[in-house]
């Protein structure tokens, strides 16, 4: 059962039902086309004198049936298909040439067809890697491809039935050019629309459901694809457009004479030059043309007026979409109707007002702690208490003496003054990828690791702490307040990040030895008489060609409280002179 059940499912990869469908709506397209030909070509003189005939023999008591040669000459088949065989008769060998006005569907549209689907063929029966784009694209054309086979063969159609016609009764008379492009627009417009619809859906639950929902089943897909308006003008057209017209053309055709008459009577008052029977004749033909062009007007109009109702709104969403898809939430769209359309804009509202929630949720929750964290927490859609060991470097900033500052300054005056300060000196922080895990005071902790998208963090925070250095500077420069001092201390490690506390109230931060050991590497710049200091973790880890004008000056080993080893300590001051 395991090996059949493997067959059937190698076997439906071959997708052999679409060149089932194709096949059968190019078979009955031929068929109407066909019929339609094989009563349109009728000549009716030489119909009428045979019946007359038939008749005549009938009312005496005869049988008449026409012979061949005379039932060709009335129906003038078109002979697309030439057989030749040979046979042998009283010791001679004759050539017998055999014709065939069947419809055929040419062989070489199946191979098109194999090769337009030779990528998937390859994906689904080689164990090699395949260019999914490809096979992407492939899928999303066939329904334009499949289109445009039907207007060839519709083509075809009448370039091989009008040289056929050509080369057997002559020159094509105008009827029969008339009877041909008609034949083709009823041709394609039977396998256009139904190939469209039928062979449409073939693909997209045959096709395209098992490809893209092992590859690719929610993302955007790329290439042409038929419009809303397109499809339902090629509906128009095909289901009511042909239909109408075929209804004006065949009392038309038919009655060819009655206009010849009517052309060849002279005078300004030809129309009273002609029989009461031709007059009763073309009155209804009159008035089923005036029928046509006003239906058809309105048909056309009604394609307009589509493409302005459903199309447009249609992609004026689209491009809404778009824009909120790129961070633009100030795109609602009006909603008029309480159709399917307005249904749809309706809830698109809805869907913004909630994505503006979201982001003033996550705007709001980046105040208070760094967006790349939020952002981390948001997309991950889970706590995880437990937290996870990353290697990161730990910057701790202090401001030198800021307890006699704070005592000389009114409340007020000193939030801003830290509000002022940390502008300053939070965005070469930033600048670097860092993450600012905490303000404690008139301190600043940050986080430099590959978790948060810093891959070289032990560069990424030393750039981040020269760049405070001169932050500090510019803002001194302002003398809006008495001149500060800080000190930086950068230390590298593995430490233990995550979320702290209990399901409904939590503190995303960094613990361990790490943490610890920058802190106090920050208290030890006061000793140091220095503003930077960075572990030797952090410097036999830099590539020091990257920071050219700066000095690392190695300290004596400092007995950091909790250590048991002394810790090699490192200024980091500018070059004289640089």
Known sequence: MKKLSK???????????????FSLMVYFGGVTGYLFERFSLIDTALLEQEWEHNRGLRA????????????????KPLNLTERITYRRKDGKTEKLVTYSDRQEIRWYYF????????????????????????????????????????????????????????????PLPGKVTAVLIVSSLLFVAFVSYLNLELTGLYIRRRIARPFFLATNPYGLKQGFAINLTLRYALMIFSLA?????????????????????????????????????LIRTLIPIVIVSALTVIITAFQLISIILYRYNVHAPAGALVERMKAVAGGDFNCKTSVLYADELGQLKGHFNMMLDGLVERDHIKDTFGRYVSLEIAEKIMKSGKVNL????????????????????????????LIRFLNEYFTYITKPIADNKGVINKFIGDAVMAIFSPVFGVEDHRAAGLRAALGMREALKRFNAQKRYPEVFFGVGLHSGGLVAGNVGTESRLEYTVLGDTVNVASRIESQTKISATQLLASEDVVLGLDKS???GVAFLEGAPVLMKGKSKPMVLYRVEPVSGA
């Open 386 to 413: 437990a937290g996870e060991e990353i290697q990161a470097t730990v910057l701790f900033s202090d401001i030198r003496g800021f307890t006699p500052l704070s005592e000389k300054l009114p409340p007020v005056e």
């Open 546 to 548: 990257q920071f050219p």
């Open 60 to 75: 005496k008591g005869e049988k008449y049936t026409p012979p061949k040669d005379i039932a060709k000459k009335i129906f």
């Open 7 to 21: 067959l059937l499912e190698k076997f439906h990869k071959l997708h052999l039902g679409l060149y089932v469908l």
């Open 241 to 277: 457009m042909v239909p109408l017209l075929l209804s004006l053309y065949m009392p038309v055709i038919t009655n060819l004479e009655v206009f010849a008459q009517l052309k060849g009577a002279a005078g300004p008052d030809r129309l009273w030059a002609v029989g009461y029977d």
């Open 111 to 170: 191979l098109f067809l194999a090769a337009w689907l030779w990528p998937l063929y390859r994906y689904n029966f080689s164990k090699k890697p395949q260019d999914l784009r490809v096979i992407e694209r492939r899928i999303i054309h066939l329904p334009v491809v499949i289109l445009a086979l039907g207007w060839v063969i519709a083509l075809q159609h009448y370039f091989v039935k009008a040289a056929a016609y050509a080369a057997q009764y002559g």
